[in-house]
């Protein structure tokens, strides 16, 4: 489940890449304009110009960026920056090339899998290898933008355009229409070049439903670096469930036939094939006698000769890496990852192969995530080298110098709470160069050779940063400023900006849990209500030294102390700590969440009476089990788009935690949040969009119906035509005016 943490307002929140910092800003105040939500959901972004798809060209010269525009934030046209000439321009304008055609209910399901369905104009795009074009889908049309200005229109285009892709050497264009993989050469019509099927069930070149919504593959088609063959996977619904997903609207209600994989039921079909550009000499890949697996990741060698496949089991307690020859489709077991007890495989995109034959990988098999080099020329016994170590983890594996031996990387080495660039040679691994400043916390990126960082970070005051390094860290150019000054739409609110506050607690087993804090000016004598978020899955951290978005400002310009605490389960604490959410959702967390309400409680400037908890996805799930578990522990809480009921989400996230349902029934009766709602005492605020795809409106259905059939007073509000974000320039503003307005009606409030 690749939950939103604040959902309505996760644009505002969660910064393109995540970067976050340290630094403090002073408590003297001056003249400022209030912070509201008003101005937080409006255009500009108080976040300041925060590009998004940033990627440097495979050569390294050009720098590409999508913008959004100032009158209408969702928007996003395409900008180069050519590094040699110095000069900034716009490579597309989505406007102008616009065709206006509404998106089709596929494209929009995959962009809302993508956490993008908001977003208009340029989405996405492609460099070709040689730097000298690049592929950009806008509208259901598909463009090769030229460096000197031109924008040329490929053939095929015009319909529904799901994953269109750009060959490496960028001989051929390809995409999904109809549920066959298209191409053809660039400049040509395409042609469809997998078969036509008889049943609708069956689909090429895409990634079924949990490849996208839990396993980060968004794309079922892979070429070979010399254009010379495609992978592509097949993927056959027939024998998954349907449900009945009805996106209640305004004016009308739809309902959808959706194959959709529920815990314990059947996955899809999943085969891959490897075949010629025009779909001639095709043969099927080897995966093994056990049908029932995920199809993690597809890779091609640098030279081409060889294609790379991970496959996970249903428990996800394994991962094959597997060796296949891609005229055959033979495969062999090339090595295997193997969970630790009481716990599961993680996956990742930190890994990359050599032109030397082999490969950097990130694995927590010592207990935490570290990068490794694994080597097949070498005997068996020597095949393995550790390249990191330590009780920290490698959060990003961001670029690899193969020339200088060369390794650039993320991590929390020194502070769980900042990510760094670090760098180290693979001759000489033990010793790790620090390449960046610890007052922020950085995310990277680079080009394919390893010469040029792409480096964002941001700090508690500082909103995100954009600039290109060189192989030392040093900065040669910003990409975005972003100094909250002059024009910048933060400046004026800066004065008044609340600095936040860090420290740890202990669980009740004595593990540190660490805490964020930002409180308003706050007067002597007075104590001050809370607004306690929380998310508590699996697989994320909210707590960092980084930019909070202007809403956290917001909630605490009108007198809230805004807090959240990391509790055991959540990500970046090695294995030992993640896997405490083993079968037992519903439990740690809501424990952990419980010694930050006392920490609280304990604070002389905190009201005690006046907690209020809040959170969204698994957060909305949380706050029903933090009210179930300690009625009158909290003033009141707020569940965003909850999950009430397990075996209603997808088998990859639920039972990768949970286990199946039908070997482990009694952990889903546990870890529900319907069968003890007779047990929450304090005043509820549902909340869920109508048409909700991820977390589906139904567990909010079942709550509803459970809390009135036990006679359980509550409060909701629906949002039709809203998905699992609930988000925009007026709607936000009605979320979070509705979550103060039910507040303020139960006594939560600032004193006087």
């Not at 080099?373 to 005997?379: E, F, G, I, Q, V």
């Not at 650039?408 to 620090?434: C, M, N």
């Not at 989400?649 to 199946?660: A, K, S, V």
């Amino acid at each position: 489940m690749r939950f939103v943490l604040l959902s309505a307002a996760a644009a505002l929140l969660a910064v393109t890449a995540a970067p976050s910092g340290s630094e403090t800003v002073s408590a003297v105040r001056v003249s400022a304009p209030k912070l509201s939500f008003d101005r937080v959901f409006a255009s500009p972004s108080l976040s300041g110009a925060v590009p998004r798809g940033v990627k440097l060209s495979p050569d390294g010269r050009w720098l590409t960026v999508l913008r959004n525009r100032d009158d209408d934030r969702e928007r996003y046209d395409l900008w180069g920056f050519d590094r040699k000439a110095d000069t900034w321009r716009m490579l597309v304008d989505s406007a102008a090339l616009s065709s206006g055609r509404e998106l089709s209910e596929a494209e929009k399901m995959q962009r809302e899998r993508q956490r993008i369905g908001d977003l208009k104009g340029v989405v996405t795009y492609t460099w070709r290898d040689d730097s000298a074009a690049i592929l950009v889908p806008l509208d259901g049309e598909l463009f090769l933008v030229h460096l000197d200005g031109r924008s040329e229109k490929l053939g095929g285009g015009g319909g529904e355009l799901l994953n269109p892709a750009l060959s490496p050497k960028g001989r051929y264009v390809s995409f999904v229409r109809d549920r066959r993989l298209w191409a053809g050469k660039a400049g040509v019509d395409a042609a469809p070049i997998t078969p036509a099927e008889t049943a609708d069930t069956v689909h090429w070149g895409e990634a079924e439903f949990v490849a996208q919504e839990e396993m980060g593959r968004f794309g079922g088609t892979w070429w070979a670096p010399d254009d010379g063959r495609v992978a592509v996977e097949r993927f056959d619904d027939a024998g998954v469930g349907i449900v009945t997903r009805t996106a209640i609207g305004a004016e009308s209600t739809r309902t959808f036939q959706q194959h959709y994989p529920v815990a314990g039921s059947a996955n899809s079909d999943v085969s891959l094939f490897v075949m010629n550009p025009d779909g001639s000499a095709r043969v099927q890949v080897d995966l093994g006698p056990d049908k029932d697996i995920y199809l993690a990741r597809v890779d091609w060698a640098p030279d081409g000769k060889t294609l790379y496949v991970q496959r996970q089991n249903r428990a996800q307690t394994v991962l094959d890496m597997l060796r296949v020859d891609p005229a055959t489709g033979k495969s062999q077991v090339l090595f295997t990852e193997k969970a630790a007890d009481k716990s599961w495989i993680n996956l990742s995109d930190n890994y990359r192969f050599l032109k030397d034959g082999s490969l950097v990988w990130w694995s927590e098999r010592d207990g935490f995530g570290h990068l490794y080099r694994y080597d097949p020329r070498r005997h068996p016994d020597n095949q393995w080298q550790q390249l990191t170590k330590g009780a920290w983890v490698v959060t990003g594996l961001v670029g690899i110098d193969e020339k200088a031996g060369r390794v650039y990387f993320t991590s929390t080495r020194g502070d769980v709470l900042a990510a760094q660039i670090d760098a180290l040679d693979l001759a000489r691994p033990g010793k790790i160069e620090r390449l960046s400043d610890p007052g922020y916390v950085y995310a990277a990126g680079m080009d394919k050779a390893g010469q040029t960082l792409l480096v964002t970070r941001s700090g508690t005051s500082q909103p995100p940063q954009v600039y290109i390094a060189d192989s030392q860290g040093k900065r040669l150019a910003w990409v975005e400023e972003n100094k909250v000054a002059g024009q910048h739409p933060y400046a004026p609110f800066l004065a008044s900006h609340c600095a936040a506050t860090f420290g740890t607690i202990k669980a009740a087993d004595g593990t540190v849990l660490h805490w964020k804090m930002t409180t308003p000016v706050m007067k002597p004598g007075k104590k001050y209500p809370v607004f306690f978020q929380h998310y508590g899955g699996p697989s994320a951290q909210t707590v960092t030294r980084g930019w909070a978005g202007p809403l956290t400002q917001a909630i605490v310009a009108k007198g809230y102390i805004f807090f959240e605490i990391d509790n055991r389960g959540s990500e970046n604490r090695g294995v030992k700590f993640g896997s405490a959410l083993y079968r037992a959702m519903g439990s740690v967390e809501v424990e952990d969440q419980k010694a930050g309400a006392q920490f609280l409680k304990g604070l002389p400037h905190v009201d005690g009476g006046k907690i209020a908890t809040y959170g969204w996805s698994y957060g909305g799930y949380m706050t029903l089990k933090m009210l179930q578990a300690d009625p009158g522990l909290y003033a009141a809480g707020i569940a965003g788009a909850p999950v009430t009921r397990w075996e209603l989400y997808d088998t990859h996230y639920t039972e990768r935690y949970l286990g199946d349902p039908r070997l482990v029934a009694q952990v889903y009766a546990k870890s529900n949040a319907l069968t003890d709602v007779g047990r929450i005492k304090d005043p509820l605020l549902l909340v869920h969009g109508m048409a909700d795809d991820n977390v589906v409106f139904e567990n909010s259905s079942m709550l509803i119906s459970a809390m009135q059939g036990q006679a359980v007073p509550f409060e909701m509000m629906l949002y039709p035509g809203y998905t699992h974000r609930v988000s925009g320039p007026k709607v936000g503003v009605h979320l979070w005016d509705t979550v103060f307005a039910f507040l303020e009606r139960h006594g939560v409030t600032p004193p006087q």
